[in-house]
């Protein structure tokens, strides 16, 4: 048997009024999902377990198979893997975006979605400027997402830089920022930090060269996600399956890594609008020739969802059925042996332009699994369906330890019954 996760991050959403009513999954064109429904089982999980954030480290561990209460240690410590960096036990990883403050507000958490090469080229001065005054290093990533590694010092515990209260910029799109600078004991070394930051980066090169094409400067740093190195059990021993993971941003590829899983880094992979979707699926259905499982992540649907536009969001939702879904799904039909799981990793809304829990929609197809009479893939089709599986890393382990995941049809009898 061959498995196939293809995860649309932050699909979900609630009905808008600029939709008549429709959420931008019922509003998107969705043939190929809509096929996966009519053939398999459509139903609600719950990626984020109560009192865990909703970010894509909880959701995406759920859907990777692990229960994020025992996994999660942080979101950066995971891209720290990602980009092969070790953590020193007194070591913290923050995320380090680059962003666009204006008038005191954060304009842009992505700095207008600013390129890897340009990104690079800002961090290589912030660590020239800012490293021989702080106990860090900081480490480039993929456009505005970096890492910044902070070493304990007299003046922050490793403890204290563990549970400082960050919020994530994509949280506070439009708002003054400073109230949202991190908290805690131990704040002091990361509020100057981040203050510093400005001054660095305001009249650097590449910002003059953003500005005078109308692009938005990253005039910031902001720090958050925090944590210490993770530990994982490998999947070949918790499922007896050898693996592979697509995807366009470190978190991602960091959780395949603490997972013993071949990362597959493919050259056009952006996680915008823009992303080889090609290239991705060939890497994907390449991988299976070897293993038995992948794991494909494309990122638009979130990114557009925190900019609160409801048209590209169902653009990137379009594109994942079209581009993803639906070669994937023919592979699949092809093949005959091969079990395909379609889901988001949590709401990110258009309304709030952030991330928010609770039950979101997933399909699941393929051999041995029961069509449950829902002929769309939407939320509403999902919450009708009365299937609820409530720990949400329990439908992955079901999809792949089950012969034949017959727990599907006899929660669809009794529907409204919550999976445990």
């Given amino acids: 048997m061959k498995y196939m996760i293809l995860l649309g991050d932050g699909m979900a959403d609630e009905p808008l009024v600029e939709l008549e009513g429709r959420t931008p999954i019922e509003a998107a064109r969705t043939p190929n999902l809509d096929r996966m429904a009519s053939r398999g089982t459509v139903g609600q999980f719950c990626p984020i377990p109560d009192g865990l954030p909703p970010g894509s480290d909880v959701g995406n561990l759920s859907l990777f198979g692990y229960d994020p209460r025992r996994a999660f240690r942080g979101r950066a410590a995971i891209e720290a893997v990602s980009q092969g960096i070790h953590l020193a036990d007194d070591e913290v990883a923050f995320r380090c975006n680059l962003v666009t403050l204006e008038d005191g507000k954060m304009r842009d958490f992505t700095a207008g979605h600013i390129s890897t090469g340009e990104g690079a080229a800002l961090i290589a001065t912030l660590q020239e400027k800012l490293g021989a005054d702080f106990p860090l ?117 960091g959780i395949g890594l603490c997972a013993g899983l071949e990362v597959l880094n493919v050259p056009g992979a952006t996680g915008w609008l823009d992303t080889d979707y090609a290239g991705k699926v060939a890497a994907a259905l390449g991988a299976l020739s070897t293993h038995d499982f992948v794991y494909v992540h494309i990122e638009a649907p979130d990114e557009t969802a925190h900019q609160g536009r409801a048209d590209l969001k169902i653009q990137a939702i379009e594109d994942f059925d079209r581009e993803v879904v639906g070669p994937c799904l023919t592979w699949a039909e092809n093949h005959g042996d091969c079990r395909v799981l379609a889901a988001p990793d949590h709401f990110t809304l258009i309304s709030t332009k952030t991330h928010a829990g609770g039950p979101v929609p997933f399909v699941l197809c393929g051999p041995g699994v029961p069509a449950n009479g829902q002929a769309a893939y939407t939320e509403r089709a999902a919450q009708a369906s009365g299937i609820l599986v409530s720990d949400g890393y329990r439908l992955v382990e079901s999809m792949l330890r089950d012969a034949t995941p017959d727990w599907l049809a006899r929660n669809h009898d009794n529907a409204g019954d919550p999976i445990r």
């Fill in 137 to 253: 290093v900081f480490h480039s990533g993929v456009s505005y997402r970096h890492l910044t590694i902070v070493r304990a010092s007299a003046s922050a515990s490793l403890d204290q830089l563990v549970a400082l209260q960050c919020e994530p910029p994509h949280n506070i799109t439009g708002q003054e920022a400073d109230p949202y600078l991190p908290r805690g004991k131990g704040e002091s070394i990361v509020h100057e930090l981040i203050r510093r930051s400005r001054d660095v980066l305001a009249d650097h090169p590449v910002n003059r060269a953003r500005i005078a094409k109308g692009d938005p400067p990253a005039t910031s740093i902001w720090l958050w996600g925090q944590g210490k190195a993770p530990s994982m059990e490998p999947y070949e021993r918790k499922f007896g399956l050898t693996g592979a993971v697509v995807s366009a941003v470190d978190l991602v590829k």
